[in-house]
């Protein structure tokens, strides 16, 4: 497995789930086939010292807002679910320069396709935008196209920052203050103005299929947090050897994310999640979410890995703390959710017969019935992982299963490279 030298490197701003298939720059760095980024992979950068430096860029946000949580099932444990207007108009703006940005490029020109700046959500017929909405949503994303596109949402301090910004003033109607003061986000004029004018377009025509699909995922998800939220950030955190953040850890639900369809970022730590990406849908829900947390946790697994990895004089494995944590959530999540789904059946079944004395056209198969965790069901092991899954299955699992020491655990796993 090929890897970076063992060196000094800052640790991860922040982390997602997937490989980006548009930033491989540091993947043809490390020669590594999988494409999960680290800071190592940038200029380091001291964040908190930079975000001190930046931080007369962004008053303080006054305007924070409480979370948007489904009255259903009212405040949540471990997690602070949110569906935050200016987040989600963000988010899709990213999504349509992006796209733009890929159309216009000279491949997508060869092949025929063009830029169309157009609002991407659905919209019904009687719903179609004025030429002064039309425009107004173009020039937001023209804006994108030529200052962002090019940046990435989770790599990029400008747009965690950004990010973060609009997420605390997610309950102003406006940015600019002129309607009220405490919502001057103190954002660049220009942007300010873009955001101001694209607003009551998405309002009109987006945000409330946006926000109904946020919701929806939020409720589906909330009764999972709620009986085992507790309970998994406890044992992750044992697992980790550290302690789970004692302030509930912000989620900003958005009908769209990033590529990988989620992300976090740290300093604060913040998870951002797309409600409606496929991969995050179902059961998979939870595990997503203490996946993306583990993120602001793993750090003393990603430094005893180094610290190993010094001893033994041997290049740093790419990305094994971050197979590691995508192992480890899926092992603790697992049992859960069979027991959830076993549960589900049972209460599925007449008379609360179920188990053993189901009949076989009530039961289904073993393997239909056991959750699969994500990173075998989107494959990330077969993408430059093999190797890692081989070694954490050999081990981890003993540590897993508390057969053996941390320091052990890890000490095995790097020898075994
Ligand atoms: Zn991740």
Not at 54 to 71: E, K, N, T, V
């Amino acid at each position: 497995m090929a890897g970076s030298r063992c060196e000094d490197k800052p640790l991860a701003q922040s982390s997602e789930l997937h490989p980006d298939p548009y930033l491989d720059l540091c993947i043809g760095a490390v020669g590594d086939t999988i494409g999960h980024f680290t800071m190592r992979c940038f200029t380091p950068i001291r964040l908190p010292i930079v975000l001190f430096m930046m931080a007369g860029l962004f008053p303080s946000a006054f305007a924070a807002a409480a979370p948007q949580i489904d009255p259903v099932y009212g405040p949540l444990p471990v997690f602070e679910l949110h569906s935050g207007f200016w987040i989600n108009l963000h988010h899709r703006l990213y999504e349509a320069a992006r796209e733009q940005r890929n159309t216009a490029s000279p491949s997508a020109e060869k092949s025929g396709k063009t830029a169309k700046p157009t609002l991407q959500v659905s919209l019904g017929a009687k719903n179609a935008l004025s030429a002064a909405e039309q425009r107004a949503w173009d020039d937001a994303v023209a804006y994108y196209v030529a200052n962002y596109a090019d940046k990435d949402l989770l790599f990029s301090l400008e747009l965690v920052l950004l990010k973060n910004q609009l997420g605390d003033f997610e309950t102003c109607e406006e940015l600019s203050g002129a309607k009220k003061k405490t919502c001057d986000a103190g954002l660049p004029a220009k942007l300010t103005q873009i955001l101001d004018a694209a607003g009551p377009v998405y309002r009109a025509h987006g945000w409330s299929a946006d926000d109904r699909a946020n919701r929806a995922w939020i409720k589906r998800a909330a009764p999972l947090v709620r009986e085992q939220g507790v309970g998994l950030s406890h044992r992750l955190a044992d697992i980790y050897q550290t302690r789970w953040p004692t302030e509930r850890i912000r989620v900003d639900v958005s009908a769209v994310a990033n590529y990988a369809g989620a992300y976090t970022t740290l300093d604060p730590l913040r998870v951002t999640i797309a409600s409606t990406d496929a991969r995050n849908q179902g059961a998979a829900a939870l595990e997503v979410l203490f996946h993306e947390a583990s993120h602001g946790i793993a750090t003393p697994v990603e430094q005893a890995i180094a610290r190993e990895c010094r001893q033994r004089d041997k290049p740093i494995p790419r990305d094994l703390w971050h197979a590691l944590i995508f192992y480890t959530t899926g092992e603790v999540i697992k049992p859960i959710m069979d027991t959830e789904d076993d549960a589900a059946s049972d209460r599925a079944l007449p008379n609360g017969s179920g188990g053993s004395d189901a009949s076989p056209a009530d039961s289904r198969s073993l393997e239909e019935t056991q959750y699969t965790p994500y990173a075998i069901r989107e494959g990330l092991y077969r993408r430059g992982w093999e190797n890692y899954l081989e070694i954490l299955t050999r081990y981890w699992q003993p540590y897993l299963e508390g057969r053996v020491t941390f320091d052990d655990a890890i000490a095995h796993m790097v020898s075994a490279l």
